[in-house]
Structures are given as structure tokens and as C-alpha cells.
């Protein structure tokens, strides 16, 4: 008995130490060239080490993986090759027709390779296939926690093939050097990371096992070896592209015409094996999507996501400071609004008023010494922009709502050992006519220790703003917290001077903070009998005002985040303000405030298994403001649902519903006193989004995007506030004209069609509501009232094409030889 116990133990210890070692897989050189086409027939393929025994990371981690996977590497000097034999019942595979990087919670198998080219365990290119032949790439960041620092905007040229076999199925993968980046070096050892997921089963798996608690992705890959005097082709491309289309524009001075017609072309040129030069010439944007347009009541900027290809492609490094919001750059001219309500007030014709800044060139930089130093180098120019208006007597005018920019940022960033790194970031603006300048300089680094469970995070920014209105200012951020194990923790630090300014090429809704924050989490990921996963969270926020140096707020968030075996889902969130906080930005006036009631939120949130046909989703939550008589409740509802008609066809509709009928808020300043009025109003809010998504293939597909955003503001009283900020014994009367009824429509549809590797058709259409309609919120007082009269209101359409090619110098050379 004792001699089988001691001999389990030893088996266990053999177990437990195979896995807690770095996987090696050794890549195979070739000579010849490699067909993709599904089919592994080459010898190359039979001499080349496999790698196997893929661990599960979800939904049980650690446990073997269910079906048996094999994966062999081979290299030469222009390209990098990946086999895959996924063994599987072929009639059980999903095959489900996705949009390019759109695989997540779809219902499709999808196999991926990730390559660490510098092997500092913080970067990586991952590039994925489902088995329905669609592509998806990203970048993957270091010093994120696991499922997150994965960047899907980043789109590579390569190639790839599916074909379904008696026993599962093969990928095969060509990756050109062009879409990577390596030191060089005559021998070459890569982090290296093989994943699968087997979507009937929900089970996700790597060939080096990534823990889900512990900090970090690419930190957790396995070694690739085997590259020996890689000598790859000049890296040179080009993307010339023309546009065409046509686009009307109501206004309340008539409707504006333009003819749509661009041709510019992108340019990338891999400077040696570590940088790449990317640069845009008289770039068009009009294919992206639509902006998510709201009524704004708060004294904040709404920060809008990028849409623009070459401004999410590569730009992680530029991010990592947070000091780059690439909507600065071909933003709405400053005077935009204005040369609309001067057409208003004064009766002059809009000849011209463009919405947006024309982007003449922009250029990256980027890449990575054999020191692992991160060089990065972004410039953008601007074009100056111009109004065309006639007034009454027909007289022209031409008025700059823009002038002429420049916008730069420069980042270094040194990766150190254990995932840590130092980085410097400058980012400036500068503009013709001696308009302001800024600039803004950041330090930070982030430490891990060896075991890589606590972090040390710290951060110092120092801005400076020139021009009539010139001032300077600091912010400081530290941090320090566990952040691997079951219990999870971190404290930090935040403090921004009253004039620090990053908005020119950054986004900050208001400075002159300084905030204390603590979070703690446990976090179960090994399954129980009802559950895979489960998540406790707790948080505390308290915020001062920087100066004077004043209490603002005290907030708190506890939630909870439970995974049932049927893969169903539940979170349970409760928040809240106990104490009265002060509002300093509210009343729109320096050196004032407004007093915030306390209250309580509760909240349910949940969805099911998006494996399914028919998926949905929900969320209900209701707060109640405490302590104040005339406490009124705000309710929240969300809600989404989604068919698979085939693996072809995808619809779906997402609605959220808010209801505030105490919301307190800044209405106006007094005629008399210039003193700031505000009102209790009843707010609703209702944003319906559908889509209709159909993939014709693995590379064409229509997308209609069609939302409809609504927002009634109802005025029901109007108080002044005192030097204290309390209002409540301060009611006056109250006055006309403040209540509003906004609605944005917007309907998106794109057919994209990639007919050959890099190359693109495009055709779009947009459709908008336009941009002075006002609908009467006393006569349409109902939602359903006011979608249909905004599909009745004067519409603004847009439908252009626009033709991209993808030229590889290479290639084109190659073709010159054989014509010759």
C-alpha cells in the first residue's frame, strides 16, 4: 500500500513538473516553396516537429484538451509557414461565416498562432483562422491581465487555408516577414503560443498552458527555436486606392451637393527587420461608421471610438501613455457649429461647411531594437478648412473654421525583464496663425517581481499650452497591487493640477483631481457543480478637488460575475455615493458647486449561450436617491437579442432604456446676475440598434447598421444655488424654452468585398438625419412617434465606392523577372 502511494506521488510530481515547464517546438528550414492550400503533401511537413497535448484553459483549467490537436512550423527566407491538424468529428465542426476579426461568441472553431518575435513575454501577432477560412489578427500588449491587451485593429497581409478532412480538419498559414517584426540576429529564439477553441464544447485551449489567474498572456507562451540566418526580401508595399460617390446634406438654408471623388495611396516600408515606415497620402475616410451621437447634457466632451483604419491599425504604442486620442486628428472644424448658427441668426446660405478636417498626410514609425526598445513616431498634417456662405445680397464669403496643423507624438519604450517596462511619451500640436500650441511629456513604468504577482505602477505628465490663454500643468498616478491568485488587490494614487491639459491631442473630461482608489477581488475559475467561474469585486473611490483642495465625492462598487455550466451567465452590481458629494464642473462656472445627492444603484445583468441560434441578453437597474424629500428614482433597461438564420445570415437588435425623473442638472445662466440656474428634469433616453450582417463568403459581406437615438428633456423645476452649492430652499420660477426632444438617425450599410490578398471593394451608403431638424417633442411625445418622424424628416445620404489594390514590390519584381 505504501509502496502505491509513493509511487502516485512520484507519477504526480513527474505531472506537475512536465507542465510547469516552457513548451519547445523547433521550426523546420525549407528550400522549396509551400502550396496553401489545406493539403500537407510537401515532405517538409512530415520532417518537422510537431507540437501537441493542448492544455484547457477554459472551461476547466489545466485538464488535458478533449481532442487531440498537432501543429508544425516551417520557415524560409520570406515567410513563416503554420500546419494545424485539428482532429475532430468533421460533422460536429463549426463553420459558422463571421466578419474578419469577428469570430468572438460566434458560433465557429477557430484555431490561432501567436508569435512573442522579441521574446520580452509584453508583445506579440497573433493571426487566427476559423474553420470557414476567416482571418482575424491583433496585436497582443503586455502589461494587461488576462483576456484583455488583445488590439483586433490591426489588420496584416497573409494567407491561409482550410480544408475538412475524415478525421477534423487542416490550416495551413503563410505569414511573409512583411507582417511581423524581429530583431536581427543570426539565431532567433521566439515566445511562441498555440490556441484552439472547440465552440460545441466552449472549451478553449493553448499548447502552453495560460492560467486565467495569472497576470498576463504572452508571459505564459512557449519557446520557438530553430531560426537560423533569416534573411528576409525588402519589405515594401503599396495601397493606392480612388473614391467616388455623392452626398446631399439638408439644411434649414437649403440642401448642399457634392460630388465625392479622392485618390490617395498608403505606403509601408519595412526600414530593416525591426521598424516599419507607414505612411497615408490625401487618405479617405468615408467608409467607416457613424458616429454614436447623443444628447449631451453633461459639462463634458463625448469621446467617440476611432473608426479610421490607420489611425487602429499598429497604434498601441502610441496608446500606452494615454495622451493619444486619434480623433483630434481630421476632427469637426472648431467653427463648424458656428457657421451653422451664423446661417441661422443671420439668413446666409450655406455654400459649403465641412464637417470634417481634410487629413493632407500622416505617418507611423514603429518598432523594436534587439534591446528591446520600443521606438515610435506618429506625425499628422492637416489641411486649413474653409466655409463658403452667401448672404442676402448675394455676396460670397470665405471664412478658416480650421487652420492648418500639425500633430506629432514620440514614444520610447523600454521593455525590461519580468514583463517590465519604462516609457517616455511627447506628444505637441502645432498650427498655423499662432492658434495655440501644446505639448505634453509622460513617464511611466510598471514593475513586476519574479513570481509576477504584485505590480508597481507610476506615472508623471507635465503639460503646457501656449497662446493667449498659456498655462501649464502636472498629473501623478501610482499604483501597487497583487495581481495574480485567487485574491486579487490594488491601491492607487491620482493627482492632476487644476491646469494640466492634454485635450490637443488627448482626452480628459476635467483635471484638478486628486483621487484615492481601492479595489479587491477573488476570482474562482475552477468549476463547481453549478458553475465554471465565478467573480467578486469591491471597490472604493474618494476624490478631492486639487484646488483649493476640497472633498468632491465618495463612491463604491461591489459586484458579482457567475458562469453557470450551461454557459448562461449572471452579474449582480450594486453602487452608490453614501454621503452628499460636490460637483465642481456642473455649473459650467469656475469657482462653483453643486450639491449631489446620495444614492444607491442596484442592478442584474446577464446573457446566454451565444453558442446558440438565438442569442439575448439583459440588464434591469434602479436607483434612488436617499437623505433629500424629493428623492426620485432612475431606472435602467437593456436588452438584446440575436438569430442565426444559417452560418450565413446574422440579425440582431439591442435596446437600452433610461428613465431619470429627478435628474438635476445645469439649465442656463441668469439674464440679470450671470449666476448659474439649475433645474430638476424628467430625462428619457432610448437607444434601438439593429444589424443585419450576411457573409456571402470567407472575404464579401453586407453589414446595415441601422440606430435610432432618442432623448426627451422635460423641465418640472428651477432653483438657484448658493455659495455652499444647496438649492433646495432656492426655487424660482420656471421658465420656458429649456425642455428638448433630440433624436440621431443613422442608417450604415457597406458591401466589402477582399478579392485578392490586401485588396478591397468597398461600397457604402449612409443615411442620416439632417442636421437641423427639430422634432416637436409636445406633438411627438412617444418614442414610436419620434422614430417615425425621423425616417419622415429630410434625410442626408451619402453612397460612394471606393477601389483599394494591394501592391507587394516583391511580388511585382518577381513578375518582371519572369517577364523578361
Do not use: C
Not at 55 to 82: C, H, M, R
Not at 352 to 361: A, V
Not at 532 to 556: C, E, G, H, T
Request: glycine share 6%; net charge positive.
Amino acid at each position: 500500500m505504501q509502496g502505491k502511494i509513493t509511487l502516485f506521488l512520484f507519477l504526480l510530481f513527474i505531472n506537475f513538473t512536465i507542465q510547469a515547464q516552457v513548451k519547445q517546438v523547433k521550426a523546420f528550414r525549407t528550400q522549396h516553396s509551400i502550396k496553401i492550400d489545406g493539403i500537407l503533401n510537401e515532405p517538409e511537413w512530415t520532417a518537422a516537429e510537431a507540437a501537441t497535448n493542448f492544455i484547457i484553459t477554459q472551461p476547466e483549467f489545466g485538464l488535458p484538451a478533449s481532442k487531440n490537436t498537432v501543429v508544425k512550423i516551417i520557415y524560409d527566407n520570406s515567410a513563416i509557414y503554420i500546419a494545424a491538424y485539428l482532429y475532430d468529428d468533421p460533422k460536429l465542426i463549426r463553420r459558422q461565416f463571421t466578419l474578419r476579426d469577428g469570430e468572438q461568441r460566434q458560433d465557429v472553431d477557430v484555431f490561432a498562432v501567436s508569435f512573442d518575435t522579441y521574446h520580452d513575454g509584453q508583445n506579440a501577432f497573433m493571426f487566427s483562422v476559423t474553420a470557414a477560412n476567416v482571418q482575424s489578427d491583433a496585436k497582443l500588449s503586455g502589461n494587461n491581465t488576462f483576456n484583455n491587451g488583445v488590439d483586433y485593429n490591426w489588420d496584416a497581409v497573409w494567407d491561409s487555408h482550410v480544408s475538412i478532412v475524415a478525421d477534423g480538419w487542416i490550416v495551413e498559414m503563410k505569414i511573409p516577414y512583411m507582417s511581423l517584426r524581429f530583431a536581427k540576429k543570426e539565431v532567433q529564439e521566439w515566445g511562441i503560443n498555440f490556441y484552439r477553441s472547440i465552440r460545441r464544447l466552449n472549451e478553449s485551449s493553448y499548447w502552453n498552458k495560460v492560467s486565467p489567474t495569472v497576470s498576463g498572456l504572452v508571459n505564459q507562451f512557449g519557446l520557438l527555436t530553430g531560426l537560423e540566418s533569416l534573411e528576409p526580401p525588402l519589405r515594401l508595399s503599396f495601397l493606392p486606392y480612388i473614391s467616388a460617390g455623392y452626398s446631399t446634406v439638408p439644411t434649414a438654408t437649403g440642401t448642399i451637393q457634392n460630388a465625392i471623388h479622392n485618390g490617395g495611396m498608403d505606403v509601408k516600408y519595412g526600414v530593416n527587420e525591426s521598424f516599419t515606415l507607414d505612411m497615408t497620402l490625401v487618405p479617405d475616410f468615408g467608409q467607416t461608421l457613424s458616429d454614436n451621437v447623443i444628447l449631451n447634457l453633461s459639462p463634458y466632451e463625448v469621446q467617440f471610438a476611432e473608426n479610421r483604419p490607420f489611425f487602429t491599425e499598429g497604434t498601441e504604442l502610441f496608446n500606452k501613455a494615454g495622451i493619444f486620442y486619434s480623433r483630434r486628428v481630421g476632427k469637426t472644424p472648431r467653427l463648424y457649429d458656428s457657421i451653422n448658427q451664423l446661417a441661422t441668426d443671420s439668413g446666409y446660405t450655406i455654400l459649403q461647411n465641412p464637417s470634417l478636417t481634410q487629413l493632407y498626410n500622416a505617418t507611423k514609425f514603429s518598432g523594436r531594437t534587439r534591446h528591446n526598445l520600443g521606438i515610435g513616431i506618429f506625425n499628422g498634417i492637416t489641411a486649413p478648412m474653409y466655409a463658403g456662405l452667401k448672404d442676402k445680397s448675394g455676396q460670397l464669403h470665405r471664412i478658416e473654421t480650421e487652420p492648418l496643423s500639425n500633430y506629432n507624438i514620440i514614444v520610447l519604450d523600454q521593455a525590461l525583464a519580468n514583463r517590465s517596462s519604462i516609457t517616455f511619451t511627447n506628444a505637441n500640436v502645432l498650427r498655423r496663425g499662432g492658434d495655440k500650441m501644446a505639448n505634453v511629456s509622460v513617464v511611466d513604468f510598471s514593475l513586476f517581481d519574479k513570481e509576477n504577482k504584485y505590480n508597481l505602477q507610476s506615472k508623471a505628465a507635465f503639460s503646457t499650452v501656449g497662446g493667449l490663454f498659456a498655462h501649464n500643468g502636472f498629473k501623478l498616478k501610482n499604483s501597487f497591487g497583487k495581481v495574480s491568485g485567487l485574491w486579487q488587490w490594488n491601491i492607487m494614487n491620482n493627482i492632476e493640477s487644476d491646469q494640466y491639459d492634454p485635450n490637443d491631442l488627448g482626452f480628459l473630461k476635467a483635471p484638478n483631481e486628486v483621487s484615492y482608489f481601492g479595489s479587491v477581488s477573488y476570482n474562482q475559475y475552477k468549476p463547481g457543480k453549478r458553475y465554471n467561474f465565478k467573480v467578486y469585486r469591491f471597490s472604493i473611490n474618494y476624490q478631492n478637488l486639487y484646488k483649493p483642495y476640497a472633498f468632491s465625492s465618495l463612491n463604491y462598487n461591489a459586484s458579482f460575475l457567475k458562469v453557470f455550466k450551461n454557459f448562461y451567465d449572471i452579474s449582480l452590481e450594486v453602487s452608490g455615493s453614501p454621503i452628499w458629494s460636490n460637483d465642481y464642473f456642473e455649473l459650467r462656472m469656475p469657482g462653483t458647486k453643486l450639491k449631489r445627492v446620495p444614492y444607491a444603484f442596484a442592478g442584474i445583468f446577464g446573457s446566454s449561450d451565444s453558442r446558440r441560434k438565438f442569442f439575448f441578453n439583459y440588464g434591469v437597474g434602479y436607483a434612488s436617491a436617499y437623505d433629500y424629500k424629493d428623492a426620485i428614482p432612475y431606472s435602467v433597461v437593456s436588452g438584446g437579442i440575436r438569430y442565426r438564420f444559417n452560418n450565413q445570415f446574422t440579425l440582431s437588435l439591442n435596446s437600452k432604456k433610461e428613465f431619470d425623473a429627478g435628474e438635476f442638472g445645469w439649465s442656463h445662466f441668469d439674464a440679470v446676475t450671470n449666476a448659474p440656474v439649475i433645474g430638476q428634469r424628467r430625462v428619457e433616453r432610448m437607444d434601438n440598434v439593429l444589424n443585419v450582417i450576411y457573409n456571402f463568403q470567407a472575404r464579401m459581406n453586407l453589414i446595415v447598421r441601422v440606430r435610432h437615438y432618442w432623448s426627451k428633456v422635460h423641465y418640472v423645476k428651477m432653483f438657484n444655488v448658493n455659495n455652499e452649492g444647496y438649492f433646495q430652499d432656492l426655487e424660482r420660477p420656471l421658465e420656458p424654452g429649456y425642455d428638448d426632444n433630440f433624436n440621431a438617425l443613422n442608417v450604415d450599410a457597406f458591401y466589402t468585398w477582399d478579392f485578392r490578398l490586401g485588396s478591397r471593394l468597398i461600397v457604402a451608403w449612409k443615411n442620416a438625419i439632417g442636421p437641423d431638424v427639430t422634432i416637436d417633442g409636445t406633438q411627438y411625445n412617444k418614442y414610436i412617434n419620434n422614430l417615425i418622424q425621423s425616417f419622415s424628416s429630410p434625410l442626408s445620404n451619402q453612397i460612394s465606392a471606393k477601389f483599394i489594390y494591394f501592391i507587394d514590390y516583391n511580388q511585382l519584381k518577381k513578375n518582371r523577372l519572369i517577364q523578361m
